[in-house]
């Protein structure tokens, strides 16, 4: 009855329009309320401690980073990188959107600002060299997905947050599987372009490449930066996020100085009030995580899945499943602090690495940015690239066919994620 209480009221408050940060305080009150053990004081306390956490400020960081590098020239450069090494070749803009997704998901960790710069910067491009408009802006916002998952990663430091797992072994957890998902979506891309009649760049010369590298090496050296000093050591995911958001800043404006003074105040803003959100998310997420923990919630729950139990396979795929339909409905942010707290004992109870698990479920989170009917990137996408949602939900399913078929393989082969995070982490 309890997890029914639990289910009904957030799922109500939902459907009447309540915001999700305020529905996961309904959600909390009402739980409170069935248990007999209401304390405005209690909610009161959590929401605070919700928020009060050193992991959290990677946040902020992050957030402001992800604007520095659309506003600061950051992406463009990447952008003409790519252009250089794989534009030439047959469906060649398409790997380049791809490259540039999974470069641009080691800058900002933000699927929906990697995929708002790539959509206006490279769905005119592809449509104009003769690819189908919704295929191109399918391609961008599958590949902007990447973001959560290769390091620097919200979601990485959200769910370690809520789950009690090491986010730097999550970041480097997630590197290899980012880079799957990318190889997916260009195996998928080389299928549905193969007999498209694009004019496609020229090749680039020696030279101009040579150029776009020198051009963009300032940027392409954030992501070197982040691996290195996560490898051995030199700062915490949350130190590397401020050595992300002020090296990004340094670069922007002094270097390629695209981002002037005058508007570093805009810049700041716009990231405080996207962080908002997300902190008051967090903040209201950790009273409905301590009531499912009074309230035992988790261990009818562990009753529930207690068929699969017994292999962690099949556990791991009635869990993704589940996942699955809730990114449907959910943006990843309250997917990531509603299911962590009651998943988790289930997976520790199973034996699962926590890792692994984590970087599953963040990997599933990310695919639901781009399902229907919610699909947040979808509707980013949609906006930059003057789409309706109709097309671009025709134009992103084989891509997002892909995607789930790497998330399948990663559920039957653990290895592929466990072996190269052992050998990441030394």
């Known amino acids: ?48 401690n919700g928020a009060d956490s050193f992991p959290l400020m990677a946040v902020p ?23 250089a090494l794989c534009g030439h070749i047959r469906g060649g803009l398409g790997y380049v959107a791809i490259l540039t997704s999974c470069i ?11 995929a708002a710069a790539l959509g206006a910067l490279l769905v005119p491009m592809m449509v104009a060299a003769g690819h189908d408009k919704a295929r191109s802006a ?74 776009a590298i020198r051009d963009g090496f300032w940027a392409l050296m954030l992501p070197l930066i982040i691996i290195f000093g996560l490898r051995f050591g030199i700062f915490t995911p949350t130190e590397a996020a401020v050595v992300v958001a002020v090296y990004s800043l340094v670069i922007a404006v002094f270097v390629y100085r695209e981002l002037k003074p005058r508007q570093l105040l805009a810049v700041f803003v716009s990231s405080a009030q996207t962080t908002a959100v997300v902190m008051f998310l967090v903040a209201a997420a950790l009273v409905s995580s301590w009531l499912i923990t009074v309230s035992d919630i988790s261990s009818q729950i562990v009753d529930m899945v207690a068929p699969f139990t017994g292999n962690q396979t099949l556990l791991m795929i009635a869990l993704m499943l589940l996942v699955v339909v809730v990114g449907t409905a959910l943006d990843m942010t309250p997917t990531i ?32 940015l781009i399902t229907p009917p919610v699909g947040v990137v979808l509707n980013v996408v ?31 082969f653990p290895v592929l994620v466990t072996g190269p995070a052992r050998w990441l982490a030394g």
Do not use: H
Not at 38 to 48: E, R, W
Not at 104 to 114: K, M, N, T, Y
Not at 182 to 199: I, M, N, Y
């Open 104 to 114: 641009l998901a080691s800058l900002s960790g933000s699927a929906v600002a990697d």
């Open 1 to 48: 009855m309890t997890v029914a209480v639990f289910t009904l009221s957030l799922l109500g408050a939902m459907a009447i329009g309540m915001p999700i940060a305020f529905a996961l305080i309904v959600c909390g009150i009402a739980l409170m309320s069935y248990i007999d053990i209401f304390d405005s004081q209690i909610i009161a306390q959590n929401v605070i």
């Open 337 to 368: 602090l509603i299911l962590t707290p009651i998943l988790m004992p289930i997976v520790k109870q199973a034996q699962i690495d926590p890792v692994y698990f984590g970087v599953l479920f963040i990997i599933n989170g990310a695919i639901g």
């Open 138 to 211: 399918g391609l961008v916002a599958a590949g902007g997905i990447i973001a959560p998952i290769i390091p620097p990663s919200i979601g990485f430091v959200l769910f370690g947050v809520a789950g009690g797992v090491s986010i730097t072994k999550l970041f480097l957890a997630g590197i290899a599987p980012g880079l799957m998902l990318g190889l997916g979506l260009c195996a998928a891309w080389w299928w549905v372009a193969r007999d498209d009649q694009a004019v496609q760049p020229a090749r680039s010369s020696m030279a101009e490449l040579l150029k």
């Open 382 to 412: 949609c906006g930059v690239s003057q789409i309706s949602m109709e097309d671009i939900i025709r134009g992103v399913w084989p891509f997002l066919v892909a995607e789930l078929t790497v998330l399948f393989l990663l559920v039957m």
């Open 61 to 83: 960081f992050f957030m402001l980073a992800g604007e520095v590098m659309n506003q600061g020239g950051l992406a463009k450069r990447i952008v003409n990188v790519a252009l």
